[in-house]
């Protein structure tokens, strides 16, 4: 009988394996600097295809070398690095990633415990102590990275809980609410859920015309909790919000979230890197005001999926959030250690994610991410200009940030036209853009999150639309 485990781990052939995933991956990385053709960004198929595909797949054969299942995954996934892509809000990572990534994965070193995560833990202390100080927060604070937004906005809310005195299990904890934007991402709400804290004493403020929180019915709607006798503990602003990309005015929350001893957290999961850019760092005026901060480097930072630092001002109140007894991995329990990451998060083990920005960071400084920013948003006012030049176009709002929603003009037909165009957009492959409610209202939604995208495109983009709408012979 073969040795498998030894085949498995013989070097001449991962050595030959991993070259030619490289040039597979360089091949599509010279792909990504031309403008796309249909298929290119997306080769969409039924839900029902894809799993038939894949069982035929994983019930043949089994294979000698794993190149052509990886080219299978490649063209049967979105591709975004195509100029095309244009979608969600996930990075176009950079291709240094790819390497950090196999870095991560041979090494698999968990960061509970300092041992097993020695250099991890390190670099996550440096990276999140750096990203503190350009939010305006001083040598008190602290910062650690988990496993996504969701995770990021729980770990900021626990630690807002914490910083209460002794509620827990006391009936008083049934009356603690927090005040979120009617436009924060869902992820607020679970959060609140996941506390054990019911739906209503979740109060969404009401927002602009700008889809900002309204700040001025802040104190409104604070009386009318305390009348209650409901005890808000928290306040979340967003930065930006994640339909349609708005910033909420965090100098004026700030204030009133000092005014009141509330525990103020910042969702900047998508926008808070703008604060490495001149031009739009204005927009997180009052940041400096958090309790918390929490920025994904899988967004703007174009990290790799799922990485997200949960910055808090101060290093006490953020040591509370997880106290708990594990005498097998932490013989001192009470003590603030960064080099023990299983005392600061939820995760045990936590991979080593970390690496991806922090060699960012060492190759290329805070340079890259204000061209990054500045391009992208910049896109994003070309683009709400060319939809102004449309007649058959209209913008659900100016954008604040990369992301813009518009849609094509039909009256009372615009939602129906809009989401058969869009699906039909899909599988034309070579834009892939996505769709939002706002206001009762379907919207077409792109986020401008590939570097390599050019004006040309977007033009072209809206050229399609149009095209696939005359073919549908419902505009006039």
Not at 304 to 327: D, H, I, M, N, Y
Not at 407 to 415: H, V
Not at 417 to 435: A, K, P
Not at 454 to 460: A, G, I, T
Request: net charge negative; glycine share 6%; charged share 20%.
């Amino acid at each position: 009988m073969e040795d498998l485990i030894m085949k498995a781990y013989k070097p001449e052939t991962f050595r030959s394996e991993a070259h030619q995933l490289v040039e597979l991956l360089a091949t599509e990385l010279e792909k990504a600097h031309s403008a796309p053709q249909k298929k290119d960004t997306i080769n969409w198929e039924s839900p029902a295809e894809q799993l038939a595909y894949w069982q035929n797949d994983f019930n043949s054969p089994l294979i000698n070398n794993p190149q052509q299942l990886f080219r299978s995954v490649m063209s049967r996934s979105v591709n975004l690095h195509s100029r095309g892509y244009i979608g969600h809000q996930t990075a176009t990572t950079l291709p240094v990633t790819a390497l950090t990534s196999a870095l991560i994965s041979f090494f698999n070193n968990g960061m509970a415990v300092y041992e097993m995560g020695m250099a991890g833990n390190a670099m996550e202390k440096v990276v999140t102590g750096y990203m503190a100080t350009k939010f305006g927060f001083d040598e008190e604070a602290s910062g650690i990275v988990t496993s996504g937004g969701t995770l990021g906005n729980l770990t900021a809310l626990l630690a807002a809980r914490a910083a209460m005195p002794n509620v827990l299990g006391k009936p008083e904890y049934g009356k603690l609410t927090i005040m979120v934007s009617e436009e924060a991402h869902y992820s607020i709400e679970r959060a609140v859920r996941i506390m054990g804290l019911p739906a209503e004493n979740i109060i969404k403020v009401p927002v602009n015309d700008r889809f900002q929180m309204r700040a001025d019915t802040l104190e409104h709607y604070y009386k009318e909790a305390t009348a209650k006798d409901q005890k808000v503990f928290c306040i979340v602003g967003c930065a930006c919000s994640t339909s349609i990309g708005a910033y909420d005015d965090l100098e004026a929350i700030g204030q009133f979230a000092q005014k009141h001893n509330i525990w103020f957290h910042v969702d900047g999961a998508h926008g808070a890197p703008v604060i490495f850019s001149p031009v739009y760092s204005h927009l997180l005026q009052g940041i400096e005001k958090a309790d918390s901060v929490m920025v994904d480097f899988h967004k703007m930072m174009m990290a790799p999926s799922l990485s997200t630092a949960v910055l808090f001002k101060s290093a006490r109140q953020a040591g509370k959030t997880f106290l708990q007894k594990a005498e097998y991995l932490w013989q001192d329990q009470q003590t603030d250690e960064w080099y023990n990451s299983g005392k600061q998060t939820f995760e045990c083990t936590k991979p080593m994610t970390i690496l991806h920005t922090y060699t960012i960071m060492r190759l290329y400084g805070d340079t890259l991410y204000q061209q990054h920013i500045d391009k992208l948003y910049g896109m994003a006012g070309e683009f709400a200009y060319m939809v102004h030049q449309h007649e058959n176009f209209e913008l659900a709002c100016e954008p604040q940030s990369n992301i813009v929603c518009f849609r094509l003009k039909a009256g009372a037909e615009s939602n129906e036209l809009n989401r058969d165009v869009l699906q039909r957009l899909i599988e034309d492959g070579r834009f892939y853009i996505v769709g939002t409610t706002i206001k009762q209202e379907f919207y077409l939604r792109i986020t401008l999150m590939n570097p390599l995208t050019q004006k040309d495109d977007l033009e072209q983009l809206l050229s399609v639309i149009e095209d696939l709408a005359m073919s549908d012979a419902v505009m006039g």
